[in-house]
């Protein structure tokens, strides 16, 4: 074999290996730009729900907000100066809006933290015109289905005390007892607890026992909100 033609075996294999590193390299290449728009992609997506979620809560937020805003807002009185907070000429006129825009709240975003807190308001809604049983049925959804959330103390206190109205006295009174036997864990504070339980006592006409209720507070739990009601209740010299 000679030299010229030793010298065109060797250009031939390097032109081959040059021919299939760039293939394997167009190859790479395409894998990698495969994958870098995969990711991509896969990025917008979450950035998409992501948004898409955030600003869909933020206006589930500001409708809640404006619902609030309706249910307290002052009635217009006749002859008063001119209150710029005040919408409505008649209570009905007020629940009857207010009713409306929260349950639009619940309508157009479910699944929201504004809407959860939607159904704690209709829930009072309900109990205040004699609704019992869906005003039940909301705020023990609510405790179920969010037991870790910032209000659930509320809708459970709300629930004890649509149960004590509702003819449950004895059974309530028995639960909140039990809790309070417990050293933690708690379904409510102490202090409400023994609120409650004052409550209970009143409805079932045991006056002593909703003022020992009440001197509990007042002793064991002086900062409580309700310490200042229970002093009025029963009586400085009581304690």
């Keep these: 074999m000679d030299r010229q033609h030793r010298r065109d ?9 040059l ?4 293939t394997r390299a167009r190859e790479n290449q395409r894998v990698l730009f495969t994958a870098t728009l995969g990711l991509v992609a896969v990025a ?13 809560e933020r206006q589930a937020q500001d409708a809640l907000s404006a619902a609030i805003e309706s249910i307290d807002s002052p009635l217009i009185q006749a002859g ?14 007020r629940t009857s809006r207010s009713e409306a825009m929260f349950r639009d709240v619940q309508k157009k975003y479910p699944g929201t933290n504004a809407a959860d ?3 704690l308001y209709l829930a009072r809604l309900d109990a ?4 019992v049983t869906n005003a039940r049925k909301l705020l023990q959804s609510f405790i179920d289905e969010h037991p870790n959330h ?10 004890y005390q649509l149960r004590i109205e509702n003819g449950e006295t004895q059974q309530v009174i028995a639960e909140l007892n039990t809790e309070l036997g417990k050293a933690q864990e708690q379904v409510l504070p102490p202090d409400a607890i023994l609120e409650l ?17 009440l001197r509990k507070i007042i002793r064991q739990y002086p900062d409580s909100p309700y310490a200042l009601e229970a002093q009025r209740r029963v009586g400085a010299a009581t304690t």
């Design 150 to 159: 910032m209000l659930v103390g509320a809708a459970r206190y709300s629930l």
């Design 44 to 56: 917008l997506i979450v950035y998409g729900i992501y948004f898409y979620r955030t600003n869909h």
């Design 80 to 93: 008063a100066p001119a209150n710029p907070l005040a919408k409505y000429k008649t209570e009905d006129e």
């Design 19 to 22: 021919g299939s590193l760039t």
């Design 117 to 119: 807190v939607a159904d």
């Design 128 to 131: 205040s015109r004699g609704d």
């Design 9 to 17: 075996l060797k250009h031939d294999r390097f032109v081959d290996e």
């Design 197 to 213: 339980l004052s409550k209970a006592y009143d409805t079932q006409g045991n006056s002593e026992q909703s003022k020992e209720a």
